[in-house]
Protein backbone atom coordinates (compact mmCIF):
# COMPACT_ATOMS: atom_id res chain seq x y z
CA UNK A 1 0.00 0.00 0.00
CA UNK A 2 3.03 2.35 0.86
CA UNK A 3 4.71 1.49 -2.54
CA UNK A 4 1.21 2.37 -4.25
CA UNK A 5 0.89 5.95 -3.42
CA UNK A 6 4.25 7.17 -4.41
CA UNK A 7 3.90 5.10 -8.01
CA UNK A 8 0.36 6.57 -8.45
CA UNK A 9 1.77 10.13 -7.35
CA UNK A 10 4.67 9.81 -10.00
CA UNK A 11 2.26 8.57 -12.83
CA UNK A 12 -0.33 11.50 -12.32
CA UNK A 13 2.68 14.10 -11.87
CA UNK A 14 4.65 12.27 -14.95
CA UNK A 15 1.13 12.42 -17.38
CA UNK A 16 0.78 15.81 -16.39
CA UNK A 17 4.34 17.21 -17.59
CA UNK A 18 3.44 15.43 -21.27
CA UNK A 19 -0.17 17.12 -21.18
CA UNK A 20 1.70 20.76 -20.14
CA UNK A 21 3.94 19.93 -23.47
CA UNK A 22 1.08 18.47 -26.02
CA UNK A 23 0.31 21.97 -28.29
CA UNK A 24 -2.96 23.63 -27.50
CA UNK A 25 -6.10 23.06 -30.39
CA UNK A 26 -5.80 26.87 -30.19
CA UNK A 27 -1.74 26.97 -30.75
CA UNK A 28 -1.85 24.31 -33.49
CA UNK A 29 -4.66 26.64 -35.37
CA UNK A 30 -3.82 28.22 -39.01
CA UNK A 31 -5.80 31.85 -39.35
CA UNK A 32 -7.07 33.00 -42.49
CA UNK A 33 -8.43 36.42 -42.98
CA UNK A 34 -11.55 34.46 -43.56
CA UNK A 35 -11.57 33.78 -39.87
CA UNK A 36 -11.77 37.55 -38.65
CA UNK A 37 -14.59 39.68 -38.49
CA UNK A 38 -12.83 43.11 -39.79
CA UNK A 39 -9.25 44.36 -39.82
CA UNK A 40 -8.31 45.39 -36.40
CA UNK A 41 -9.16 41.82 -35.09
CA UNK A 42 -6.88 40.36 -37.84
CA UNK A 43 -4.20 42.98 -36.93
CA UNK A 44 -4.27 40.94 -33.03
CA UNK A 45 -3.06 37.79 -34.54
CA UNK A 46 -0.11 39.38 -36.79
CA UNK A 47 2.93 38.40 -35.02
CA UNK A 48 7.03 38.60 -35.61
CA UNK A 49 7.39 36.85 -38.99
CA UNK A 50 3.52 36.59 -39.61
CA UNK A 51 3.53 32.65 -39.08
CA UNK A 52 -0.35 32.97 -39.93
CA UNK A 53 0.46 34.72 -43.69
CA UNK A 54 -1.95 37.88 -42.65
CA UNK A 55 0.06 40.11 -44.21
CA UNK A 56 0.44 39.46 -48.00
CA UNK A 57 2.31 42.78 -49.25
CA UNK A 58 4.68 42.94 -45.62
CA UNK A 59 3.55 46.32 -44.76
CA UNK A 60 2.92 45.40 -40.93
CA UNK A 61 -0.79 45.74 -41.67
CA UNK A 62 -2.91 42.50 -41.74
CA UNK A 63 -5.95 41.53 -43.75
CA UNK A 64 -6.20 44.99 -45.54
CA UNK A 65 -9.21 43.45 -47.60
CA UNK A 66 -11.46 43.56 -44.52
CA UNK A 67 -13.58 45.87 -43.63
CA UNK A 68 -13.20 48.70 -40.24
CA UNK A 69 -12.56 49.04 -37.99
CA UNK A 70 -9.19 49.49 -38.88
CA UNK A 71 -6.32 49.29 -36.54
CA UNK A 72 -4.33 52.33 -35.60
CA UNK A 73 -1.60 50.64 -37.51
CA UNK A 74 -3.76 51.76 -41.10
CA UNK A 75 -5.63 55.06 -39.46
CA UNK A 76 -3.62 57.91 -40.56
CA UNK A 77 -3.66 59.17 -37.24
CA UNK A 78 -1.85 56.23 -35.18
CA UNK A 79 -3.72 55.52 -32.42
CA UNK A 80 -2.61 55.61 -28.09
CA UNK A 81 -4.86 58.62 -27.30
CA UNK A 82 -7.83 58.56 -25.11
CA UNK A 83 -10.15 60.26 -26.97
CA UNK A 84 -12.39 58.64 -28.95
CA UNK A 85 -12.16 58.88 -32.75
CA UNK A 86 -14.50 57.80 -35.38
CA UNK A 87 -12.82 55.66 -38.19
CA UNK A 88 -12.20 56.55 -41.35
CA UNK A 89 -14.75 55.41 -44.16
CA UNK A 90 -13.54 52.53 -46.06
CA UNK A 91 -12.28 53.43 -49.56
CA UNK A 92 -14.44 52.50 -52.53
CA UNK A 93 -13.79 49.15 -54.04
CA UNK A 94 -10.55 50.02 -56.57
CA UNK A 95 -12.20 50.29 -60.39
CA UNK A 96 -9.39 49.55 -62.96
CA UNK A 97 -9.82 52.35 -65.93
CA UNK A 98 -9.50 51.54 -69.58
CA UNK A 99 -7.56 54.68 -70.01
CA UNK A 100 -4.55 53.04 -67.23
CA UNK A 101 -5.13 49.48 -68.94
CA UNK A 102 -4.23 51.31 -72.48
CA UNK A 103 -1.10 52.37 -70.94
CA UNK A 104 0.16 49.37 -68.91
CA UNK A 105 -0.90 47.04 -72.41
CA UNK A 106 1.12 49.71 -73.94
CA UNK A 107 4.37 49.44 -72.05
CA UNK A 108 3.82 45.40 -72.80
CA UNK A 109 4.19 45.71 -76.36
CA UNK A 110 7.35 47.94 -76.52
CA UNK A 111 8.65 45.43 -74.27
CA UNK A 112 7.21 42.67 -76.70
CA UNK A 113 9.00 45.01 -79.72
CA UNK A 114 11.75 45.41 -77.59
CA UNK A 115 12.38 41.40 -77.05
CA UNK A 116 11.33 40.46 -81.00
CA UNK A 117 13.76 40.90 -83.68
CA UNK A 118 11.44 40.64 -86.04
CA UNK A 119 9.06 43.08 -85.61
CA UNK A 120 9.62 46.97 -85.31
CA UNK A 121 6.81 49.03 -84.07
CA UNK A 122 3.40 47.84 -82.46
CA UNK A 123 0.25 49.59 -81.29
CA UNK A 124 -2.94 48.31 -78.98
CA UNK A 125 -6.21 48.45 -80.82
CA UNK A 126 -9.24 47.95 -78.34
CA UNK A 127 -9.76 47.55 -75.05
CA UNK A 128 -12.96 45.40 -73.18
CA UNK A 129 -13.66 45.16 -69.34
CA UNK A 130 -14.04 41.87 -68.52
CA UNK A 131 -14.05 42.63 -64.36
CA UNK A 132 -14.12 45.48 -62.22
CA UNK A 133 -9.81 44.87 -61.72
CA UNK A 134 -8.99 43.05 -65.56
CA UNK A 135 -9.44 44.90 -68.59
CA UNK A 136 -8.05 42.88 -71.69
CA UNK A 137 -6.44 44.27 -75.01
CA UNK A 138 -5.76 43.76 -78.22
CA UNK A 139 -2.34 44.45 -80.07
CA UNK A 140 -0.41 44.34 -83.28
CA UNK A 141 3.48 44.22 -83.72
CA UNK A 142 4.18 44.57 -87.20
CA UNK A 143 7.48 44.63 -89.16
CA UNK A 144 9.55 43.82 -92.41
CA UNK A 145 12.47 43.64 -93.98
CA UNK A 146 13.56 42.79 -97.89
CA UNK A 147 12.03 39.52 -98.29
CA UNK A 148 9.85 39.22 -94.97
CA UNK A 149 6.58 41.16 -93.26
CA UNK A 150 5.70 39.86 -89.87
CA UNK A 151 2.82 40.74 -88.19
CA UNK A 152 1.88 39.81 -84.65
CA UNK A 153 -1.97 39.59 -83.13
CA UNK A 154 -1.37 39.88 -79.17
CA UNK A 155 -3.99 39.73 -76.75
CA UNK A 156 -2.42 41.93 -73.30
CA UNK A 157 -4.30 41.26 -69.85
CA UNK A 158 -4.47 43.77 -67.39
CA UNK A 159 -5.33 43.29 -63.42
CA UNK A 160 -5.35 45.69 -60.67
CA UNK A 161 -2.98 44.04 -57.94
CA UNK A 162 -2.57 46.49 -54.55
CA UNK A 163 -4.23 49.39 -56.81
CA UNK A 164 -1.58 49.34 -59.73
CA UNK A 165 -2.25 47.82 -62.98
CA UNK A 166 -0.48 45.10 -63.75
CA UNK A 167 -0.16 43.92 -67.85
CA UNK A 168 0.69 40.43 -69.37
CA UNK A 169 1.36 39.04 -72.97
CA UNK A 170 -1.80 36.14 -72.27
CA UNK A 171 -1.53 35.11 -76.25
CA UNK A 172 0.43 35.81 -79.59
CA UNK A 173 0.01 34.56 -82.76
CA UNK A 174 2.83 35.64 -85.60
CA UNK A 175 2.53 34.90 -89.00
CA UNK A 176 5.73 35.86 -91.47
CA UNK A 177 5.06 35.90 -94.99
CA UNK A 178 8.10 35.97 -97.98
CA UNK A 179 7.79 39.12 -100.02
CA UNK A 180 10.58 38.30 -102.16
CA UNK A 181 8.08 35.87 -104.68
CA UNK A 182 5.89 38.53 -105.52
Known amino acids: ?31 DCADFANQAEAQEYLLPGDPYRLDGDSDGVACEDLPCPCSSATSPGGGGGSEETTPAPAPPP ?9 RAARAEVRAFVGRNLHVTRGSVGSCRRRAER ?35 LASTRCRTVDTSRR
Open 1 to 31: MKLRIPLLLALTLGSLAVLAQAPSPAAARDY
Open 94 to 102: YHLSRAAAR
Open 134 to 168: RVDCRGVARGHTGQTRTTCRLRIAVRAVNRHPQAR
